[in-house]
Nanobody
Framework: QLQASGGGLVQAGGSLRLSCAAS????????MGWFRQLPGKEREFVAF????????GYADSVKGRFTISRDNAKNHVYLQMNTLKPEDTAVYYC?????????????????WGQGTQVTVSS
C-alpha cells in the first residue's frame, strides 16, 4: 500500500516536498516512481528511482528542478520540487515497480498510491 502526501497550494517559484509511505517489507527491492495527471490530460511520468538509489530518471519538463530520493529504512520515497511553475499543477501519484526496472512506463508499476494535489499559483 502506498500513501502519498505533501501536496498543497504554493506560489510560482516556490517549493514543495512530496512523500510516499509504503507498507510491507519489500519496499527496498522495488523501483519507485512519481507520475502526475494535469487537469484534462493523461497521466504522465515525472521521475523514477531504482531500489539502490543508484539510478534515477526524470521527465525533461522537471529535470533540474525536481529531485527524487528514497529512504529504504523508513519505507519512504520523496519528490523535492523546486522552482515550481503553474504548469506543474496536477495530482501527483507515487507508484511501485516490483521488478526494479526503473523506467517511465506506467505498465512497469504494479502498485499505485491515491494521489496528492499540487496547485501552483501564478
Amino acid at each position: 500500500q502506498l500513501q502519498a502526501s505533501g501536496g498543497g497550494l504554493v506560489q510560482a517559484g516556490g517549493s514543495l516536498r512530496l512523500s510516499c509511505a509504503a507498507s510491507g517489507r519489500r519496499f527496498s527491492t522495488y523501483a519507485m516512481g512519481w507520475f502526475r495527471q494535469l487537469p484534462g490530460k493523461e497521466r504522465e511520468f515525472v521521475a523514477f528511482i531504482q531500489r539502490s538509489a543508484g539510478s534515477t530518471g526524470y521527465a525533461d519538463s522537471v529535470k533540474g528542478r525536481f529531485t527524487i530520493s528514497r529512504d529504504n529504512a523508513k519505507n519512504h520515497v520523496y519528490l523535492q520540487m523546486n522552482t515550481l511553475k503553474p504548469e506543474d499543477t496536477a495530482v501527483y501519484y507515487c507508484a511501485a515497480d516490483p521488478l526494479d526496472i526503473g523506467d517511465r512506463y506506467e505498465n512497469s508499476y504494479h502498485y499505485w498510491g491515491q494521489g496528492t494535489q499540487v496547485t501552483v499559483s501564478s
